[in-house]
């Protein structure tokens, strides 16, 4: 039915499909880069007005994590995917984009939803520029192995936490029996005969990307693969099941050995994808950070595990549903270590957030990063704010304050941000907060959501008066 719709719709599907890109690509362009009117560059910013307690309802997204592999994945598929609750975010858009420059039909149906058809890609379209700017685009390497028996992808870019080696990804593809190679910014890789082959690959490091890389190439390859040691966090299974939905054989995501049973073909079909687990923990731990009480709407209360009895830990009452919980803070916040880990322990994508939390807890915190090298550059923001924190190595030992202070700061990254907006809110005065084009990768309209649970939070648009100047 689908497939008919296409083939009599060309002239409207591309219709729609420009349109879909103007709007998209003006969203990314007008944050994630520079937004450009004429010769005049502007820079994003929002401001906070901090002090409001949090009350009402929010929903969530489409897990972040999933979707920047699973519209990947979709390169596989012959046929019509489509594509639901995909998040609205810049990550998101650019890999659209990549495929649709590859030579993708991609359809808007709605915000939320999309279809794509990767029946004719080619290799050759690949727009590196594109590439080098996310961190995800590394699923290229697996997706077009898979379907193409080569690949040819830049360097994955991305949020900075400290060095960030792709090995285990390389391993994994060399062991299904490609020729890989790094040279110049770029991963090369061949398949003899353009054909993979199943295998064992034991991950060295538990590692979430090497896992998802290597179960969207071995779902094409021939004969079983076995992936020992793998990563189990919700957006593996929500992989595989998208895999599955098209056809692929795919067992065992959620524990630590995967086996994936190559098919030939890859078909078209329908998926929902997964709410945003740390988009969910980042509301709680505003609510958290502000006091009040909020409804956490379309979320799996299974996923927040390691989150809630964190928080439940340190004073904050949760109460949980079947698809939403409830989140309220009255009394005081409780001091609590924390150790980030692989799932199921504490995500090290929600420490930045819960650290600001622990900043206004009643004594000495110690949280310890498991997983990243450097993922602290953001308490010298939280510092402007009269944090009190002192970061050794892998761990910082925050010693509680009555109350932060508005100042100017900057994202560092995306946690990073969420982490120093979560502190403008509770803060007394007002924040500014720079470079907030990291946070909309990652966060579908974090300034019109924290508004409706009653924040005060502007995001504006100025010129940038450098950038304009030397163009
Ligand atoms: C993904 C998430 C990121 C999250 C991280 C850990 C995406 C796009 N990003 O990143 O938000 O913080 O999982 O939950 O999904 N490592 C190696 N060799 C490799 C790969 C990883 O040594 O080939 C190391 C890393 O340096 C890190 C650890 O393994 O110390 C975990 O990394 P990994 O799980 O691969 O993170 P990403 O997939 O890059």
Excluded at 307 to 314: C, D, G, H, Q, T
């Amino acid at each position: 039915m689908i497939d008919t719709d296409f083939a009599f719709m060309g002239d409207y599907v591309l219709f729609s499909f420009g349109y879909y890109l103007s709007l998209r690509v003006s969203y990314i362009m007008r944050c994630a880069i520079f937004s450009r009117h004429g010769k005049v560059y502007h820079l994003d910013k929002y401001i906070i007005r901090g002090g409001n307690p949090l009350f009402g309802e929010v929903e969530i997204s489409g897990a972040k994590n999933a979707a920047v592999a699973i519209i990947p994945a979709a390169l596989m598929v012959e046929g019509v995917c489509r594509i639901e609750n995909i998040p609205q975010i810049s990550d998101a858009d650019m890999l659209l984009t990549i495929l649709s420059e590859m030579g993708a039909k991609v359809r808007t149906i709605n915000k939320n939803t999309v279809e794509i058809d990767c029946t004719s890609v080619c290799r050759e379209g690949a727009p590196y520029d594109l590439m080098r700017k996310i961190r995800a685009s590394y699923y290229l390497i697996g997706a077009m192995l898979g379907r193409f028996g080569s690949a040819k992808t830049t360097m994955p870019g991305g949020c900075n936490f400290g060095v960030r080696p792709i090995d285990q990804h390389i391993k994994g593809m060399t062991a299904l029996g490609a020729h890989v190679e790094v040279k110049g910014g770029f991963v090369y890789a061949e398949a003899p005969n353009g054909v993979l082959t199943g295998n064992k690959v034991y991950l060295d490091k538990v590692s979430v990307g090497a896992t998802m890389n290597i179960m969207i190439a071995a779902s094409k390859a021939q004969g079983k693969t076995t992936i020992e040691n793998a990563a189990r966090e919700p957006h593996i299974v929500d992989l595989a099941n998208f895999l599955n939905s098209m056809g692929a054989d795919v067992r065992g995501a959620g524990t630590d050995t995967i086996k994936i049973y190559g098919v030939e073909k890859l078909h078209g079909g329908t998926y929902t994808i997964i709410p945003d687990q740390i988009e969910a923990g980042t509301y709680m731990a505003a609510v958290a950070a502000t006091g009040g009480e909020i409804t956490i709407k379309n979320v799996i209360p299974k996923h927040l595990d390691c989150i809630s009895a964190k928080l439940r830990e340190m004073g904050v009452e949760i109460d949980e549903y079947p698809d939403y919980v409830v989140v309220r803070r009255m009394g005081k916040l409780t001091r609590a270590n924390v150790k980030t880990q692989p799932y199921p322990g504490f995500p090290t994508d929600m420490q930045p957030q819960i650290s600001t939390v622990l900043c206004l807890a009643e004594g000495t915190s110690v949280v310890t990063e498991g997983v990243w090298d450097n993922r602290y550059k953001y308490i010298s923001e939280l510092k402007k704010m009269g944090a009190e924190v002192q970061v050794d190595g892998k761990t910082a030992v925050i010693e509680g304050v009555p109350f932060l202070t508005g100042a100017p700061v900057a994202a560092c990254d995306l946690r990073a941000g969420a982490a120093v907006v979560i502190a403008g809110l509770c803060a007394k005065g007002e924040t500014v907060v720079e470079d907030v084009s990291y946070i909309e990768r990652g966060y579908q309209d974090l300034v019109g959501k924290l508004n409706n649970l009653g924040a005060d939070i502007v995001c504006v648009s100025e010129p940038d008066e450098y950038t304009s100047a030397v163009v």
